[in-house]
């Protein structure tokens, strides 16, 4: 007689998996000894791999294993993002690595840890390849499901040999596709025909068994999947009985997850047009909101730009709009959502190319290890001159660990950067490294705000392409993102230094960086040039706020006239006091979030000592509401807080 648990794999069996007993059984190896440690499951989309992996947790279940599923969707891509997801697998509090592991230890059982939607985590490959991995127990097993393979070193590394083994998941064959299809009720003939358009993808079978219709089929006979998926969402969508919901998936469709305060934004909230949302085929629901299947919101979203554009961007920007409103309050936990989310926003191939780079990457970007020091060396010496090759050797010497390595496949060092925290930079280091002096130099002349951060990217070279965009370089930019993650909300500025301005000046400008001519440095009779990203008050999230608004033609309205640093009020210029209009300029950075006397003391003043009995603040404020006269109200007081700047939309 079948168990409870044995009755639910069954059950799940018989609706929908069919044709993976293969892939099942090389998963069913990770649970044996003498198995792999790792198993990565990967696949374009649609193909079954959650499906896959879901099952596969069940069986292993009943064979007793702890088994932890990590959504990669649900997590920010850093290690404190990684374990506030393991404390709620686990449900305890989780502070670091140590307090992980220990905890972790403390099971005796096997446990698998399981990684779906990994695509979306890459940034986090090298720490947990590197790092967590290695420092499991012996009795714990991984999976990992991606749409992307892995990178090359996961099997050229010999850590690894005999303990990683891949799973590259095919679509359905012919016979368990129509097995698929009389599963859910299709006949004979039909299914014939939707199998001979669907090309096996199990998640193309699904979308066109949920209609009987069938005037898709003349139009997918000779189309790869990606038209067949397009065509099936638009079919699906058309298939939506209730014009309310047909409409409503339209307007969501611009966004990355569905919340109820976005929906209530874009249109009339009910419970039935949430729920009529969660209940269809092809949307998810999670706990941070609903999303549409990627294939079916995409086609979804093309649609709608093609056929009605302005309303594609007035739900585009009204998004922008309430996600900028709720990144003002939420949690330091949540701030990478809404970074997501805003990104998902952006089209601009600059910002886009920036967050998410082009080509298939297949560099691993390491920490580098004492005996790369050679490898770094003879890049240096390719690209760099006597002075510049020794400014970055004591780099090495005094803080080795600020350089990151690119390995290829075969675990050869292609590229570096070397990057460190501006408070990391020594009087030694200064000393010995004109570039670094030069930034020490403006950081002194343009202090940091207390409690603000900021970065030194000293140098990136790659072997053949020195500094020049590279697929190398692009790598290597998206590891130095994973730090703007990590760091925020405390990070305010990265200092980088480069060559080659013109190349990168119409990229960089666009980003917000902006060329410190007073801190060029000339080694070798080459001038070093410096770019300053200032994130301003708001961090990176008000950063990327700021680029999407742009880009969305969003009127981001300023009182101030930076060139006369005066209020300009409906075209009156107003003269202000320097410390007037520091205090505007900066309340307007923060995008609405209320700043403490603390923090506009040591802003706008630029001092830590600070009287708390001391008015001038009340009294700078008083002065700058005579001057605005009925647009005063737009500077507020929060009691016990202190001061936030309101939208004026008078």
Known sequence: MNTPLEQRLSDCADESFVGRDAELSVLQELLEDGGPLVLYVHGIAGLGKSTLLTVFAEHARAKGVMVLDMDCRLMEPTERGFLDELSHQLDTSIRDLDEALEHLSSYSDMVLLSLDHFESYGLMDSWLRQTFLPLLPDHFRFVIGSRQPPVPIWRTSSRWHGLFRTLALEPLDQNAALELLGKVGISEHQAKQIVAVTHGNPLALRLASTTAQSHYQTRLRDSDIHEV???????????????????????????????RSLLRELVPLSDELWDGLRHLAFVESRRDGLHIHDAVRDAVARMLHAFDPESY?????????????????????????????????????????????????????????????ESIREIIHLHEGEESAAGLEHWWNCLPHSFQVARDKDGVVVAFYCMAEASEITPDLCRLDPIASSWRDHLSSHPLPKGCRALILRRWLGKGPGEAPSAEQAACWLDVKRAYMA?????????????????????????????????????DEVSYQTALLDFGPASVDG?????????????????????????????????????????????????????????????VWGSDIFDTSSNVIDAVVKSLRRKLGDKSGIIETVRGHGYRMREDNQ
């Open 229 to 259: 998926m397009e065509v099936l969402a638009e079919v699906n969508l058309s298939d939506v009985d209730d014009p309310t919901i047909r409409q409503t998936l339209q307007m969501v469709s611009v966004v990355r997850r569905i919340t």
């Open 313 to 373: 961007l007035k739900c585009r920007r009204i998004a922008w709009k309430q996600l900028r409103e709720e990144l003002r309050s939420a949690p330091r936990s949540e701030l990478w959502r809404y970074t997501a989310d805003m990104l998902y926003l952006a089209e601009n191939p600059v910002v886009r190319e920036a967050f998410f780079p082009s080509g298939n990457h297949e560099f691993a970007l390491e920490p580098a290890l004492p005996k790369d020091i």
């Open 487 to 523: 760091l925020r909300p405390q990070l305010r500025r990265v200092y980088l230094t480069v060559v080659d301005l013109p190349t990168y000046a119409p990229v960089a400008v666009q980003l917000g960086f902006n060329h410190i001519s007073e801190a060029t440095c000339t080694l």
């Open 543 to 603: 950063w990327v706020s700021g680029l999407v608004g742009e880009e969305l033609g969003v009127e981001q309205h300023s009182i101030l006239d930076h060139d006369l640093r005066s209020l300009n009020l409906s075209g009156n210029r107003v003269a202000l006091t320097r410390l007037e209009y520091g205090l505007v300029a900066y309340l307007e950075g923060l995008d609405g979030a209320t700043a403490s006397r603390d923090q506009i003391h040591n802003e």
